[in-house]
């Protein structure tokens, strides 16, 4: 008796699930395979202007960076971080001539785009923080790029 009672039982699953009513798969031909909302391309993609340079944006931009781009680029921007020690392709240094010479937008570009072997951070970093790593790139840059007239007359006294 009992294998014929739970054949009756799976037979009416069966037959609930045949006559469900079908559904579009997709509701609008903006979403589909292939196709990303046009609300999500405003999140991500859409380029928002450059916020002013201040302290407070490249402290923003030094812990984005921190987080998301040292690992391979390393903490001087010398592309030798700790990903990269352990097999991931290299990325070039950001003190090459280049890259110093590429406008900051350059960074926010590659930051939304991705390039080459790097992945895209569109989905992990804000627009208003793509900025503040370009602008934190920017004074990585100059760190290690600093002419003697750069200085004041004080700062250059105060060097050892
Ligand atoms: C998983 C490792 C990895 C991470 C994390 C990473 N990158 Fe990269 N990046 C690379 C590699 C590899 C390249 C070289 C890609 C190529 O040339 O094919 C690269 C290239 C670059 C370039 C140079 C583009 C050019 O014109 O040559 C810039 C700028 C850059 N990355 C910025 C960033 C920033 C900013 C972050 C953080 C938001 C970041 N990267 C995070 C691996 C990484």
New binding site residues.
């Given amino acids: 008796m009992r294998p014929i009672f739970f054949a009756l039982l799976l037979l009416a699953g069966c037959d609930d699930a045949i006559n469900q009513p079908k559904l579009p798969a997709y509701r609008s031909a903006a979403v589909g395979p292939g196709k990303v909302p046009p609300d999500r391309i405003e999140a991500n993609q859409r380029p928002a202007p450059p916020p002013p340079l201040t302290a407070a944006l490249l402290a923003r931009g030094q812990d984005?960076?921190r987080?998301?781009?040292?690992?391979?680029?390393s903490e001087l921007g010398d592309?030798r971080?700790m990903?990269?020690q352990r097999g991931?392709?290299?990325?070039?240094s950001?003190h090459e001539a280049?890259?110093r010479d590429?406008p900051t937008r350059?960074?926010y570009d590659?930051?939304t785009g991705?390039?080459?072997?790097?992945?895209s951070?569109a989905d992990?970093?804000r627009p208003a923080d793509?900025w503040a790593?370009?602008a934190y790139?920017r004074a990585l840059q100059r760190s290690t790029d600093a002419a003697p007239a750069d200085l004041t007359v004080a700062q250059r006294e105060a060097l050892p």
């Fill in positions: 984005q960076y987080q998301f781009c040292m690992p391979c680029h592309g971080g990903v990269v991931f392709s290299p990325p070039p950001y280049r890259l590429a350059h960074f590659v930051i991705g390039y080459g072997a790097m992945y951070f992990r970093v793509r790593i370009a790139i």
